[in-house]
């Protein structure tokens, strides 16, 4: 079946830039969803279709996709942002949803 | 505002069946899709199964599961209470999670774009 791997945590200062990678075989060849998840609350979707953001979400989260490579890139770090991160993408074989493991963010 | 609430008994005996309903407010089941999601403490998010109501399909109430729990999960649609339910029989320890409830919407992709707050569900004799 197919899988979506991320790592376990990231860091981050204040102000600076976040970068969560996931990663998947062809991953560039489907569409890959972000979701934010902050300690005690459900998911929210913060990026869609790669790069696309609901109404509501910060231009500061943006998205890229190529490769074997997604990537969820937060500018300008805030406190607020501190969350785990969920990769999503479509398993066709399986016709079903595959969510990557998560990625907690620390801003310190 | 649209809104999604999870209900149903947080304790299920080993074994037994695991029964809960998403009821949704402020808005229509139609033309969206349904989905369950469920998270172990501590670890990441695992889809169970969607139901179709007009959102992708022209014919409404198609399931699709999760393959590795596809021989244990029935999903149901209710439009006349606006709810829908999930049901995974056979549970054990391994089926205690956070259940979701979850929306689907072509103004997003068909991703999840409106969640339920979350029921925690144990199994445990």
Known sequence: SYELTQAPSVSVSPGQTARITCSGDKLGDRYVTWYQQRPGQSPRLVIYQDTKRPSGIPERFSGSNSGNTAALTISGTQAMDEADYHCQAWDTRTTSVIFGGGTKLTVL | ?125
């Open chain 2, 1 to 125: 505002q649209v809104q999604l609430q999870e209900s149903g008994p947080r304790l299920v005996k080993p074994s037994e069946t695991l029964s809960l309903i998403c009821s949704v407010s402020g808005g229509s089941l139609s033309g969206h899709d349904w989905n369950w999601i469920r998270q172990p403490a501590g670890k990441g998010l695992e889809w169970i199964g969607r139901l179709y109501n007009g959102g992708r399909m022209y014919n409404g109430g198609g399931t699709n599961y999760s393959p590795s729990l596809k021989s244990r999960v029935t999903m149901s649609l209710d439009t006349s209470k606006s709810q829908f339910s999930l049901n995974l029989i056979s549970v054990t320890a391994a089926d205690t999670a956070m259940y979701f409830c979850a929306r689907e919407s072509a103004e997003t992709g068909y991703q999840f774009d409106l969640w339920g707050q979350g029921t925690l569900v144990t199994v445990s004799s």
